[in-house]
Every structure is written in C-alpha cells, then in structure tokens.
C-alpha cells in the first residue's frame, strides 16, 4: 500500500544519505564538511605539536649524549670512542688502576672539565662519590681441586669517599673470588646553556653517573660501563636578559590539540552511534517486512572502520597530550610513554588521511585491493610465520655457539627477518667460517635453504596473491560501485 | 560540394604530416632530418664538454681535498684519518695544548711541508693567523645552586699573532664558562702544479683555514673542525717550458654548445608555434564545419611533450654553459650552480634520446606503458607516501632519542628508504638493541610492520600496476598504432 | 549383484573414511582425535626442551668465549680485539718476546688473573705449560742461490717447561728456516660460578690452551693463533646454601619427550601400515573387479607425506634427546650433532603443523601452490644451477688471485649467492678496483652481466612459474575439492 | 609423378633426421650419441684440469700476497695493516725517517727475517738497493708572489746503495719543490717450501720490490706505497726425500683437454658444415620445385646456435690449455690471459649443457622463454641504459666534487648500479650530509628519482615482461612442439 511505499521510500533515502561520502552530502543536501574541516585543522595543529616536541627532544638529547660523551672521556681512563663494547680489563692491578683514575679525576674535575659541571652540594660539602661492591657472602674455590663452598647470597659494602677520605690515601681491597661487581656513583649538576641561542629557557639538569665493573660472569674478565641519568629541573634562580618562548604558550598549542580532538572524538562517537541506531532500525524494518534476519557481515556495514581508525587515534592524541603537559610542567617524567602514544597516533592520523583520497574513485581501486588482499596476506603469514619460527628454533640452537648474529632468540628473529629482504647476507656467511666443519656444513645448508625458500618461494607467492586480488578488484569495480548500495539494501525494497 | 571536400582533405593532408616522425616525413616530402641532425650533434659535443668539464674538475677537487688532508695532518695534533667525526677534546690543559700546537706548526711550516705552500704576503711580511674568541657577554653560572645569570649576547675577541707576539711567548686565558668558540684563521698560498703533466696550465690557489674549537653545546666537549676555503686564480706571472692547451680551446667548445642549443631551442620553439597554430585553425574548422567545440586533451595532442623536453634541455644548457665560460675566464666562481645547470640538462638531453627508438614500434610499447602507468603510479605513491609520512614522524619522536639513525627527520627520511629497497636493516636493528625495554619493543613492531608494509605489499601492487597497464597497452597496441591518428581526427571528416 | 554392490560400497566407505582429516573423522564416527592431541602435546614439550637446552647452552657457551678472550688479553702482547685476524709476527726478536711473554704471563697468572683460574695439579706440582716445536728434518735453503736441500719428513721436539726449569733462565734457539710451528700448551681450570644466580649448579670446566706460531707457509709472517679446547665435568667436593635445580629434573623433561615421540612415531608408522594395506586390498580388488591394474602415482595417494615428515622428525628427536641425556650425565660430549638433530627436528615439527592450517579450505590453496611449483622450481633451479656453476668456477680462477671474495670455491659461492640477493655489491665492485687493467675489464663485464642475469632475468622468470601456478590452482580449486575423492577411487565403482 | 614423390619423401627423412636430438637419432637409426658422450667427457677433464689449476694457483697467490705483507712490515716503518690507503708522510723529517728506515732494514734483513729470504747476488756481492728520484728538470716557484717557472721535463737521478755506500753514512738531499717521486728497488728471493707438503715441487721466487714516495700530486702529502713484482723460475739445484707430483703428469691432462676439445671442435665444425650444405640443397630443392625462395630466417634455423656455442667454448679452452702448457713449463708468463681464456670457455661450457636439459619438454620452456624473452630485454635495456647514462654523467659532474663514490666515471656506475640492487643506499646517502645546501638539496632529489625509478618502475616491467613471454610460450608450447617440424618445411611438400 502506499503508506508502506512512503515508510520504504523514506527509509532509503536515509540509508542512501547515510553511505554518501562529504562531498556527495554538501550536493544533496548542502551539509558542510565540518567533520572534514576539523580533520584537516587537527593534522595542521598536531604536526605543529610534534615538530616543536620532536626539536625540544632533539636539544636535550644531544646535550644528555654528550655529557655521556664527556664523562666518558673524563673518568675512564685511556677510553676510546671506537671500542665501546669492548672496554675492560683482565687484570688486578688494571683494575686498582681504573678506580684510583675515576677518584683523582672526580677531586680535580673543576680544574679539568671545559663544560659548566658542578658537584651536587649537601649541607655544605659537595656529595662524595661512592663506592659500592656487591660479592658473595662465602666462597671458598679452589678451581685446581675442582671443589668450591659457595653460599649465593649477595652481600653490600658502601665506601663514601668524601673530601676527608680522600685526603688520607684510600686504600681498597677487593677479593675478586668472591667479588660481583664495583659500582662507583657520582653525582653532577649542570645547565644547558645550549637552549638560549634558539630562545628558548635554559634547564637545570641533574646527572646520575654510575661506573660498573661488572665481574658477574667470574671469567677473568671485568667490564666497565659507565651509564648516565638524567632528572631535569627548572633552575631555581636565573636571569636572563633578552625575550624567551614562555612555557605556557607551548601549553596553548597542546590545550588546542586535545580540544580539537577531543571535539573530532565526540563527532565520531555521535556517528558510530548514529550508524549503529540505523542498523538496529534496519535490522527491525527488515525483519516487519520481509521476516528474514540481517547476516552479520550486513550489519557491520554499518560501522564505519574509519571512524573506529580516528577515536583510537583521538584517544591515542588526548592521553600523549596530557602526558606532555605534565613533563613540561616537570611533573611527571615518563618522556617514553608520552612519544609512544604520539607517535603512534601519528601514523594513524597520516593513515587516516587515505580515507579522503578514497572519495576520488581511482584511489579507491588501491584501497580496496589493500583490504580484499589483507585475509589471504594475514593466512599466508601464518603458514610462512611456521616455518620461520622452525627456522629461528633451529638457528639459535644449532648455530648460536658459533656466530654471533645467532646468539639470542631476538637476533635470530632479526638476523633472519634482514637475510630475507636481501641484507647482510655475506657477513653472515662469513662469519661462520672458521668453525667445526660438521657445523659449517650445516649452517650453509641452513642459509641456502632459508634464503632461497623465503627470499624467492615466499616472495613470488606474496606478488602472486596481490596481482591476482588487484585483477579481481579491477574488474568487479565498475560492477561494484553501481551494485554496492543496492547490494546491502536495495534486495530489501524488491 | 567539392569544394568543401577539396579543403577538407587538404587540411587532412596537412595534419597527417603534421604528426608524421622525421623518417615519415623524409619519406613522404624528401625532407631531410635536419632536426634529428641538429640533435645528435648536439649530444656529440655536449657529451664531449661534460667529459673535459668533468676531468678538470676532478683535477681541481684532488688538489683541494689532499691539501685539506695535509693541512689536518699538519695542524691538528695526534690526529688520525679514520676518527675525523671523533676528534674532540675535553679537558682545559688539552684545549692550550692544541692552540699552541697549531701556531708553532704556522711559524715552522716552511721547514715542515712538503708542497709547495706559500704565506699570503701583505706590505712587507706574511700575513699573522689570526685567534678569534666568542663568549658570551656576561655570564655568571653555578650550575651546584641551579642558579645562572647570562647575558646572551655574543662578544667577539680577535688576537691576531704576527711575528712580533709570537717572538714574545702567546699568553691566552680562556673563560670557559662563558665561551662559544674559538677560531683560528689561516691563509696559505699553493700552485697545482700536477696539471703541467696533463697540459693544463697550473692555476694558482688561495687557502682560508679555518680551525674551529666548537664549544655551543656547552656540554664540557669541544669540538675540533678544521675547513678549508679555496680562490682560484690565474697566477701573476709564469714560465713554462711546452706547448699548452690554451683556455680559449675550452671555451670555442662552449661556444659551439651555446650555438647548437641555441639553434635546436629556436627550431623546436618553431614547431611548438607551428602546433599551436595549427591547432587553433583546427579548433576554428571544427567548429565552422561541424558546431562542435574541440576538447582540451584533444588540444593537448598539437603540443609535442618531447619538444618541451628540449626546451628545457637546451635552456638549462645554455645557462650552464655561460657560466661555464663566466667560471673559466675566473670572472665568476659559483661553480655548484653551473654544475647542477649541466648536470640536469644532460638527463633531459639522454632522456631525450629515448624519443628517437620511439621511432620503431616496438620501442613505442615501452614508452607507451610507463606513460600509461604514470597518473596510477604518481596515485599510488600519493597514498604510499601519507603512511610513509606517519612513520617518519613517528620514528622521529620515538627513536630519535635513542638511535642514531633517528634524530633528525631527514636522516629519518633516508634511513627508512633504504628499509624499504633493503638496505641496511640488520644494523638499524641492531643499533636499538641495548635500550629501554618499552622503546625496544616498539622498535620491533615498529620496523618489521614498516619493512613487510612497505618492502611487500607496496612493492607487489606496484608489480601489479605495471603488469596490468602492460598487458592493456600490448592487447591496443595493434589497434591503437591504427586507429591513433583516425581517433583524433578523422572523426571530424566523416 | 546385491552381495557384490554391499562389498564395493562398504568398501567405499572405508575409503572415504581413510582420506578424511580428524575433523571430518570426529563428525563421521566420534573418533577423538588423539593423534592431534598427541602432537599439540609433543610440539609444546619439545619447545620447553628446547628453550631450556638452547638457555643452558648460551650460559656456558658465553663463559667459554668470555675466558677465550680473557686468555687472549692475558697471554698475546700487545693483543687488541679488533685485530684478530691480524696478530702476527714478522720477526726474530718478536717471536722470541712473544714466548717469553707467555711464559712469564703463565707464572705469574694468580697474581694477574681476576677470575678464579687455577693451574691443573699432577702429583703435588702443577702441570707445566709445554713447548713444542715442529721442524723439517733436514733442510738446507739458501734462496740466494736458488738452491735448497730438504726433507720433508717432519720432526717434534717437545720442551716441558716446569717450576724447575724456569727458575733457571729458559733458552730457547729456533732454527727459523727448519721451523712448522711452535705450540704451547697450556692447562687451566675454572668453575662456572654465574650459574649459581640461575640456580644451576656450578660445573668445572679443564680449558686446555694452545697457542700456535703458525710458520707453515714459510714466507716470514707467523701468525699467532690461541685456541681453547674445553672440557665440562661435574665438581667433586661441593658446598652450597640454598635450593638448585637438579639435573634429574632436566632429564625428566628429555624423557618425556622421547616417549611422546616414541608414541607419535608409533601411531604414525600404524597409520603408515595401515595405508599400505588399505592399497594393497585396493589393488586386489580393483585387480578382481575391473581386470585394470592401478597406476603408481595412485598408488602414491594412499601413503601420506605428513606421516612420513613425523616419522623423520620423531626419529631426529629422539635421536637428539638421548644424546643430550648423555650430554648431561657428562658421558658424552658430542653437544654439536645433538644440537643440529634437535634443531633439524624442530623445523620438521614447526613445518609439520601447517598440515592441520591445511584443513582449512584457503590455507590449502597456498599449500597446493607450493606443491604444485615444485617440481617446476626445481627443474629452474637445475638450469640456473648449471649457468652458476660456471660463473662459480670463472670467478674462482680468473678473480681469485685479485679479490678476497674470490680466493676459494665456497668463498665465490657465497660471494655470487649474496649479490644475487641484493647485498654487498658495492663493495664487491670496489676491492677489485686497483688491479691489472684486462682482470679489472673482465671482472666489470664478469659481475654485471652476473648480476643482471640472476638479479633480474631469473628472480623475473621465478615469479612468472609461481604466479601461473597459484593462478591454475586457484581455479581448479573449487572443482578439484569436489573431484578429489572422485577422481581417485569413485572411477572404479561406476 | 612417383620419382619426384620418392625424392621429395627421401628429403623429407633427411630433414627429420637432421633435426633429431640424438636420443631421437638413437632411437630412429641406432647411431651411439658419441658427439654427447664426448661432451661429457670433455667436461669431465675441464673441470678437473680447471680445479688443479685453481688449487696451484690458491697456493702460488696465497705465497705472494703473504711476502707482499711481510716486506710492508719489514720496510715500512709503524705500518699497520688496516690503515693501508692511508699509509702517507706529510713533514720533511718524515720522509728522511721513512728512507733511512728502508735502508737500515734491508741492510739487517737477515737478522731480522723469519723467512726464508735471500738477496740477489750477482759478481759474488748481493745487488744493492737502488734509490731513484724523479723530479722537474728545473723549477722556481713561489706560490707567495703567485709566480712560478717550470720546466716539466723530469729528469731522474739514481743513487745504488751498495755495501760501501752503505758503510759511510748516506746522505740524501732532497729538493721537496721539484720532487715528483722517490722510488726504492729491491730485489730479494725466496723459496715456496710450503708446496713441499702438497707434493708439488717447490718454485724459486724472484721479488723486485718497489717503495714508492709519489709527490705528483704536489699537494704536501706524500703517499708510500710498496709494489711487489714476482717472477717464478724452477730452482737450479734441488734435493727433495720422497715422492712428488710430476710437471709432466700435470701437462698430461692439458695435453687430454686440447685432444678432447680438437675433437669437439672437429664434429661442430663438420655438422655446422652439414647443416649449411643441407640448407643450400634445401634451397635448391625449394626453388626447383615451387619456384620461391627461401627467407633468411629459415636458412639460420639450420644452423644450431648450440655447436657455434661449443665452437667458441672449445677455441677457447684450446687456447687456454696451451698458454697453460706454456705457463708450466715456465716459458710464458702471462698468465691472466690464461685464466681468462679458461674462465670464459667453463661458462660457455657450462651453459652448453643446458642444452642437453632441452631434450627433455618441461626443461624447454624454460629456455624458449628466455630465448623470446631476449630482443624485448635488450630493447628494454636500451632505453634504460639511455637514462641510466644521463644519470652517471649528471651525478659525475655534480657530485663528484662532494662525494667519494662519484669521483670518477666507472665508480658512479658501479655505485648507481648497486643502488639498483638495493645495496649501500644508505651509506650513499649519509656520506653526501655535511655538505653545501644546494648540492645536499640536488643529491637528494638525484637519488630518490634514481632509485624509484630504476629500483621498482623498471624491475617491474622487466617483471611484465617476462611473465607476458613465459605465458605466451607456455600457451603455444604444446601447439608449437607438433607444429615446429612442419612450420619450417613440411609446408614445402603440400
């Protein structure tokens, strides 16, 4: 009847309005793009955000890398920027050698140092530097007899060295049978000056050295590393001449972006919901009117996978946002989370932006062949993912004595995962050489085989399966933009 | 009527030779290929001066890079050629000692080098290096209170160090807290005279050293950079025995290159002309004849792409070339632009080439499918590139802190392009390898979702693309080679 | 007849009831899949073995690298990491300095060593470091004259160096132009205390250290290699607090895995008997019904592959497992074929799990492909094998003498095998840049068309067979599940 | 008639025939494949002469390169292996220090050597070093004035340091701004004993050592280099226990080769003769009886391209064999023609026997694929080498002077085209960093188009085109099998 014709008709009006893209809704209906626009907006505004904090970053990086540098240099003696990773010693008197070098530079550091160091003061004196052993509580090893007496609880001794301490001649003795490692902690103040040619206010940092001589392995060997943290503070008392970014304009910039998203949030919310009430009414009209049920596959036609994309990547925004307000305003320090969750939403928003290339048809093509190929590139990972993890297994155990690039479970993974894009393929061979010739053996046919099943086999398949999904798409396409409205809705309407 | 048809098939005529190619042309009319002529020797004697150009710059840029050398090795104390990026000093007696060693190096040169180098006279004696300070201009920094009072003007000291105050002992004192930099200019006169034994006339060459102890980032590293900037000039007064390539031999070849280009540019600026008129008269005969206005990709089809090719070509040439000349007889010295100039124009120039194997059929295929192929590849790469944007920034934010290859957005930029034709993956792996664990794990997800993305997916669509436009254009080419000049024309006539 | 048609169809079933997959089984007949649980059981077993065997081993293959390197620091002069290939001498003085080194470094070594390393003691003294030299019997070589006189036979004299004999001054003459080489050896011991934080007990390990003055070339460069063989016992008077892991606990695990495998091994042989059987009464009674005897290849049908890829894997396993009991009750020590059966074994279990991912219609697709490339891949391979071959053996003899690349047969293998995968190709191009101009030509026109070929024409052809297979499966696809059954047994009923 | 029809079915066999493989022939007439059998005997022998050739080659280079390394050790003071193109003296002293060094060395040598070393005696003393000097006959230059007076001719002074000269204290003067170059020309000998223990006789080294001090660079640095020229002779006088390979037994097996490859090449030649005598009889036959003639294209089908191939492969190893000849019996020195000869004929060889894999049908797809997939390729790589050449040009010219991998023609090639395979793109990148903007600015540009362009826009069309040829083939290949005889001349007697 005609009444039923008019609910039907107007119904699918709607759902037509519903499916329609920006562009088509201003035509129909002379809707502006708001959502659009602050799309748009919210990009400008975060990448302005992420450029200032990815330059702050910078500035306090490079100067955080090179106090390590410098304090390197100053207190490990005959240090090497080259040998990095193979700083140690191997005998006593090295080892007395060292420790005494790291006291007598600490005590002369102001008459040496070409930067702005000072000690950390406390109540008067400046902090001594500390030095703290860690052994075992008992040992008794006498490896010649092939007997040992070892109780495996570790014990502390913390010498302060301060000014008095020092004056008189320090005498250490350390029982390297039982000793873990010596640990010497200093701490040093300075100010990044570096930060006023570019205007913006210098901040105080505070540095937290510690050099270890880690004899953890008791293979004769001693390690020396020397680590860095960092606290950053405002200065307490400063004076400046000259005009400098305020801290609170740079506040401004992060309030704008979480208001921005958090306006593109609840727009998006309002449409899922939209989308979501619509389907439950369709679902219901479908079933007054025809008595059949809507497959599930219909019914998520109705939640746009974009929106989903953009709230994660709001979310992601507002909470990166919020962290970084707190470091700005020193009161909270954890920088990691912060550049995690905005350069993840980053990535994101940059995704999201393929959404408006979509509008234009041909782009479409590209996007839809991405989502037609991705169920088969996921089943296919899974299969070569299998064999992959066989490989790595079977790497790690068989040639991990041997190389270096099979030592742990994660190298292999990345060893592998570089051998298959076709990197550093003749160092790995390489290095192998030298060894047990069963082994050798072995590891050659491991790589042959690896290399040429993932490099090619794996390979070839991968192009197969998209080639083959982008004829499909290309094909259906003039078909599928005409039938893909009807597709969903119209079979209701017949 | 007959008249009509009697324009109408002149006017055919007159087209069809239009888009006839020189072979045809000479064929149908007996005209000879002057153009195509013109072309060839054109590449002939460009090729020939790119060579000499190239030869005597190498020349030119061996001589200034084994005096950079030897003056590094010269004035720089314990340096060594494999840690150039590495040579710092940090500590106060290290900076006096590598000043001081620098002017007693400049006062005894002569009895220590080797070449041929000269002081720069000036009334009567050498002209002195010259120790320039700069420091802030008032700072006052206790970095133990968090407490700093800085001014940050920047003030200059210049001490030259003429025979005289170095006779008497140089008594510097450096305010390290306040200081920026110290610079010690030298100039040093020598005469290439490697070229006698390629007949070239030595030129006589001006060195301005510059040493630079870098102290900006105020971090307690200085930096050590030594530059070296290099005037060429004819020198005053020589003797040679033998006879020399003369300058104006080099230039002759300039000359004629200008005159060629200048000849082909004139002649194809004619048939672009020729085209648009051409064109014109036919949009007028359309619509006289048969009321229909022409499109504008049919418009398009009068203005041959290969033409503007050589336009361009032989405009960058010749602007190349006269400064070439300008830089030959020691007028003008901007030598990078002149470089580019040529460089640019000879890729258009071989480019250019390809037009001419166009000529045969098969060739054409080829051409015909990268031109087909484009609008989608250029689409493709639009979409491509709006992730690859996300993950630069992404990485920059994140990683930059803690890995080299990530600290600033271009090195960003280049580290990921080299993922992406696999490049160097292993070590961008590896180079995280020992940091916070959270940013460690994010670094995984981050690269293997960045390489398989971008090392699979993308590469196997583009395979797919170029595959499909291929297999299009072969299946039309039979078609098409007939159907072309009908397609656009003909369809006027009947 | 009736009787007959009861017998083919109740034959039929068996059949199909054969060539089901446990899934359709458990549907058909309830039958728990056991066999299925049986593997998930074996390969989460197998895994733990694995990752507790490969964590041991990095523990005592760490501590045995980290005392090789101690050992290098204490008895090489002069020794630096980076150089290791590098460590030689060139003359007289040098190697008397380097043995005398040694030797004083040996007795000296409890007051160097920070490890607890002590000497082995035999009846009351510790056993002394033993020198032995190796020399041509009789040789009398003056090149001066182009004359020599010698004997090949070789001669050992062998100089125990004990308390005694070093206490007095040692006087060693070598007669440098009869002299193979010189060894020392050396014996020490160590206990592997880093164990004792991972609550494993300590092991003893006997290091017996041979430094060899390697002149077997004769051409006035001794190279100095120290090596470091290792032997693991179990100590024999411990004392320690707390609670370790015993040994049985880790010989439960390999015991459980040797009977999961036995019991997988056994089911799969049944299945296997079963098959032949079940082909053997086909045979009959296709032989008795239809007079036709049954081709091989459908012979082929009725024996499983899967089973036979476990049958391989579970007799490596258990192979692999009783060694490494043995391994760990210290009576054997071959660790390196133990790890290669495991580690073969894991990629054919890891491999072996795709089968069930081929109960699934899609993933069967991608296994299908695989399957059917195959043969073809192989057959390419054979081709490109040949044409390797030969560029193999060119490059060996004709750049061999000229790039260290090419020195030896397996060295160009490699060498060729990377390039084609893309990697270390300019540097390849670069070592060979300064050589004899016809070598350098050769060896230009030797890597591009190498490259070109194999990079290019053979990576292309490779991806044409793989794509034209997945594309001919894929469409047989939906028919051939259908015909499968059919087409092998349902032929004989009709 | 019946006549004409038995000569037209006679020649019809006779085509057949020729056309067999000769399992065909064998199978039709019963012919033994001796032609195949001798081939894979050839092979044989090649193989194993290439493989004693490349053994006693290994061993002769690895004596040469070792002396090489001891004489830089024992003549250039503070050598150090890894610094060796960096090996230069820029001071005065330096230079007297380096010369007085090699001398005083030399003098010692015999106290020094571990090897077996001797001087060249000649009248009863050694032959003394020599010192010769190259320097402009006569030249005044001031690079202070800017004046210089050259006269370029080079005169050379040499000065022999025999044992008297030596004994008074050598005094060298030189005159550093005329100087070119200072050579020093030892000759010392040796004896290749380490051959003794493959029994192979030992050779007699002659070294003529060359140490060069190359001013002609006249930049103030001064590079050393140390040259090493052998000359092998067989010892005069000899006395060796045991037995040992002898020189005859080698030439046995070259002698064999040439035998074989006569051979081989005697039975091409005479069926390349058949074949064109068959073909002017079938042209005949073709004219007489139809009156047309026969197209180029079917007379070359009756010249198989394989037996040219062996004809050029045997020329070569023929060749090959007797320098070899020549070479071992120490008569001819110039053994990398020899190896080149070899090298190039072991391809040709190996390629050869795909042609036996051709027999059978699957493996010939394979080659007709690459054999039509040919004048498309070299098309291809015409047009690409046209762009590929203006991008060398253009990246010589421009960044040559910034970028060491541009600095020369064949360096830029070698560069762009491991770029192309996706090899050291990164490292190409970084290097150009710290540069002028503008140049900085280009060079990113020139690479990023250069590697998209070449690294996926053409490896995907070479793709396209291979697949396109491979399915073509592949499609027409059972069509083409049956139809190929006829094709060529069945079409003859219809």
Request: glycine content about 4%; charged content about 20%; aromatic content about 14%.
């Amino acid at each position: 009847n005609t009444c039923d014709s008019i609910v039907v008709e107007d119904f699918r009006r709607k759902l037509k309005y519903f499916f329609m893209n920006p562009c088509e809704k201003y035509r129909a209906r002379g809707r502006k793009p708001w959502k659009l626009m602050l799309q748009i907006l919210k990009i400008a505004i975060i990448t302005f955000q992420l450029v200032s904090f990815g330059l702050s970053n910078q500035m306090m990086v490079t100067f955080k890398d090179e106090n390590l540098m410098v304090f390197k240099h100053l207190f490990l003696k005959e240090y090497q920027d080259q040998r990095v990773d193979r700083y140690a010693v191997y005998t006593k008197t090295d080892v007395y050698d060292h420790i005494y070098y790291i006291i007598r530079r600490f005590i002369n550091l102001q008459n040496l140092t070409v930067g702005n160091h000072g000690y950390e003061t406390m109540q008067g004196g400046y902090i001594p530097l500390i030095l703290c052993q860690e052994f075992y509580r008992n040992s008794n090893i006498s490896p010649g007899n092939d007997t040992f007496n070892i109780d495996p609880h570790v014990d502390k001794g913390i010498t302060p060295l301060d000014d008095n301490s020092l004056s008189k001649d320090v005498n250490l003795s350390l029982d390297f049978k039982r000793l873990l490692s010596v640990n010497i902690y200093l701490t040093l103040k300075a100010i990044n000056l570096q930060t006023v040619r570019h205007h913006v206010f210098p901040d105080c940092y505070d540095f937290t050295i510690t050099i270890e001589f880690d004899n953890r392995a008791c293979s004769g060997r001693i390690k020396i590393n020397l680590e860095n943290d960092v606290g950053i503070n405002e200065c307490k008392d400063w004076n400046v001449a000259g005009t400098f970014m305020k801290n609170n304009q740079l506040l401004l910039i992060d309030s704008m972006v979480i208001i921005a998203c958090f306006m593109s949030l609840i727009l998006c919310i309002r449409s899922v919901c939209s989308g979501t009430q619509l389907q439950l009414h369709y679902t219901a009209f479908f079933h007054t009117y025809y008595g059949k049920t809507v497959s599930w596959s219909e019914r998520w036609e109705f939640v746009n996978g974009w929106y989903i994309l953009i709230i994660v990547s709001d979310t992601l925004t507002i909470a990166g946002s919020a962290l970084k307000i707190g470091i700005q305003t020193k009161d909270l320090t954890n920088y990691d989370v912060c550049s995690i969750l905005l350069g993840a939403s980053t990535i994101l928003v940059w995704v999201g932006v393929i959404r408006y290339l979509g509008f234009f048809q041909k782009y479409n093509i590209l996007i839809l062949t991405l989502r037609a190929a991705f169920p088969n590139v996921i089943r296919f990972s899974c299969c070569a993912g299998l064999i992959y993890l066989g490989y790595c297994f079977c790497g790690w155990i068989v040639l991990g004595p041997y190389h270096e690039k099979f030592r742990t479970l994660d190298k292999v993974t990345e060893c592998l995962f570089s051998l298959i894009i076709g990197d550093d393929s003749y160092s790995t061979f390489k290095k192998m050489r030298e060894k047990n010739y069963m082994v050798w053996l072995f590891s050659r046919l491991y790589l042959y085989s690896f290399i040429s099943l993932f490099s090619y086999m794996l390979l070839s398949l991968f192009i197969a399966f998209i080639t083959d999904t982008y004829e499909t798409i290309k094909v259906s396409f003039a078909l599928q933009l005409k039938v893909w409205l009807k597709n969903s809705h119209s079979q209701v309407f017949h």
